[in-house]
């Protein structure tokens, strides 16, 4: 009788540890994700020094629904901006500025499967793939006299599979970390100028990609409800 209560308290107690990715249970957050970069180059006398500044920020919130133990279906989206800007000069060694704005978009389905680890199942690894539309709008605008200001406008699909680590300060909350993900993204985009003898056109491009490291560094945060 002994052992069978301390069996039975074993397997609770086990229950109730992962009783965050139990089957039933809600998650509701998100991730968050900043980089910035400054990049200066000291040339000769006879030629300015140059400094280059990139800033990128992006929100993904998430809604996921358990659908068995460790197995979760949801959806999300990703919003994400860019900023570069760069020193422009004319002949006479004039100094202006070119600045290069990003906005991107993506909305879609997502399945995730996590593997806990440990006796009490505190920590553990995750495997999310997303896919659904996406959308993107690149912005130029300088201020050197005689350059033009350009747009580039594409929509398309995309699809990823992105790993990452999560850990449980309590049963329901988990702190999560990725450093980027497995692609494939396919986008169609215009491109336009305030140039009146710029022609505007058209470009497909597709393609898969792998982009792991910290500038990819996103912390998310997730709240684990019970039905």
Not at 21 to 39: D, E, K, Q
Not at 46 to 66: L, N
Not at 181 to 207: A, M
């Amino acid at each position: 009788m002994k052992n069978f209560v301390f069996a039975a308290a074993l397997l609770l107690a086990a229950g109730a540890a992962q009783a965050q990715t139990s089957a039933g249970t809600i998650m509701v957050g998100g991730s968050l994700g900043f980089s910035s970069r400054t990049t200066e180059t000291d040339f000769s006398s006879t030629q300015p020094d140059t400094e280059v500044k990139s800033r990128s920020f992006s929100i993904a919130p998430q809604v996921g629904y358990f659908l068995s133990d460790n197995l979760a279906v949801g959806l999300f989206a990703d919003l994400s901006n860019q900023k570069r800007t760069s020193p422009l000069f004319d002949g006479r060694g004039v100094e202006f500025k070119a600045e290069e704005t990003t906005r991107q978009t993506q909305v879609g389905p997502f399945v995730r499967y996590y593997h806990l680890v440990g006796d009490e199942g505190k920590a553990g690894f995750f495997g999310q793939l997303a896919g659904g539309l996406q959308s993107r709008k690149t912005e130029y605008d300088t201020s050197r006299p005689g350059d033009f200001d350009e747009r580039i406008e594409g929509n398309g699909g995309f699809a990823n599979l992105t790993p990452g680590f999560v850990y449980f300060p309590t049963e329901k909350f988990g702190v999560e970390l990725t450093l980027g993900n497995f692609g494939f993204s396919s986008l169609k985009s215009d491109y336009t100028s305030d140039n009146p003898n710029f022609r505007p056109y058209e470009v497909k491009e597709s393609g898969v990609n792998a982009n792991f490291g910290l500038r990819n560094l996103s912390v998310g945060a997730f709240f684990y409800l019970g039905l």
